[in-house]
């Protein structure tokens, strides 16, 4: 009965500051996201609604990443100031082991892992394609809002465009050079003294072009130089019925999804590479979960010496900056072909599984 009390007990301290720990982790990650949101405000002139659904979005995609993270910090905290406090002592003395101690941790670890599998397989992309399509209708909605005078703007409708003068309110362009590498075998360089940014309503949705006039078309292709003069250009920029079937990119993709994509045989090789390494990182985030919290009652558990109170938090950081600079570098090495993904990305947990084992035979001994 006292076992069970204990575990209870334990188990009720940890939860609250699991929640706590995802509420801290969710604002911590927006904040760095506070320039970007600021951008919407200020150039696309979004309101408070759209910024709402904006940070809704973001949190959600967060989520994979986050429930490892505020477990840790919860099992790490709670542990640290139940050693601290010679809770764990008093625990010992009444006859519990340090296993039966771990069962709290283990529980919110099960349940953590199965809420981070869902949310890594399938509201996490959710979230995320939310949230690239709020963006790029945002950016369909003042396609000029983004280019600046006298600076190049990359990544403007997958061109690259600079212009002398600009007046986005009525899209008026001066001066135009745009580099147009859609496609890559053969780019094309176009110089224009004027650009019109039109935008139509269609029955789909808006459409939007850049109508450039008195230039001219430049072409490389297969050692062959070809130069065409025009008066009046048209470049589509957007239609809505092709945005509309735009394929999703892997990290909006679901896990059923990237199962599915990964069985075509006719995938090419950096695709499939960047496909292999977003499946095994949402399974690896998942179980890390377990992998957190033994590392947390490891090394949260401290019976011979009173540590400061401020010690499991900074351990916490540490840690966490620890296992993401190995994550991410594991994420890059499986890209570029290094290592398999299904290495790469398992490594990380592997190791980490050792160092949370070894501290748990610390404990225990």
């Known amino acids: ?78 542990y640290n100031r139940l050693s601290n406090d010679s809770e764990i002592v008093a625990l010992k003395a009444l006859g519990l082991s340090m296993g039966q101690l771990t069962i709290p941790a283990l529980m919110l670890a099960g349940a953590a892992t199965l809420m981070s599998a869902q949310t890594s397989f399938y509201l996490g992309p959710w979230g995320n394609r939310k949230f690239e399509v709020l963006i790029n209708d945002l950016g369909r909605q003042k396609v000029g809002a983004t280019l600046r005078e006298g600076v190049f703007s990359e990544g403007f409708f997958d061109l690259v465009i600079y212009a002398n003068k600009v007046d986005s309110k009525v899209g008026l362009l001066r001066d135009v050079f745009i580099y147009d590498e859609r496609d890559a075998k053969a780019p094309v360089t176009i110089i224009a003294k004027t650009g019109n940014l039109i935008q139509e309503a269609k029955a789909t949705g808006q459409s939007a072009l850049l109508r450039l006039g008195n230039g001219n078309i430049h072409r490389t292709h297969q050692n062959t130089y070809t130069k065409v003069d025009f008066s009046t250009y048209d470049i589509n920029l957007f239609d809505p019925y092709e945005f509309s079937e735009r394929k999703k990119s892997p990290p909006s993709m679901t896990i059923d999804e990237l199962g599915t994509e990964l069985d075509r045989t006719d995938l090419e090789a950096p695709l499939r ?38 010690g499991g938090f900074v351990i916490c950081l540490g840690l966490l900056i620890a296992y993401w600079v190995a994550y991410i570098s594991a994420v890059n090495i499986s890209q570029n072909g290094w290592l398999p993904a299904s290495i790469s990305l398992w490594l990380v947990n592997v190791l980490f599984l050792i160092v949370a084992l070894k501290s748990l035979q610390r404990t225990w001994a």
Request: proline letters at 3%; glycine letters at 8%.
């Open 1 to 78: 009965m006292r076992g069970l009390q204990s575990i209870r007990y334990i188990f009720f301290e940890t939860l609250p500051a699991f929640l706590l720990g995802v509420f801290i982790f969710v604002v911590i990650l927006l904040m760095f996201q506070a320039l970007r949101l600021t951008e919407f405000v200020l150039v696309h002139g979004v309101g408070l609604r759209t910024i709402g659904e904006i940070m809704l979005y973001l949190s959600v995609s967060f989520l994979p990443i986050i429930l490892p993270m505020s477990l840790l910090f919860s099992v790490l905290l709670t």
């Open 273 to 310: 590479r960047k496909l292999e390494s977003e499946y095994h990182r949402r399974w690896s985030l998942s179980v890390a979960c377990m992998i957190f919290a033994l590392l947390g009652v490891g090394l949260g558990t401290v019976t011979n010496r009173r540590s400061s109170r401020g």
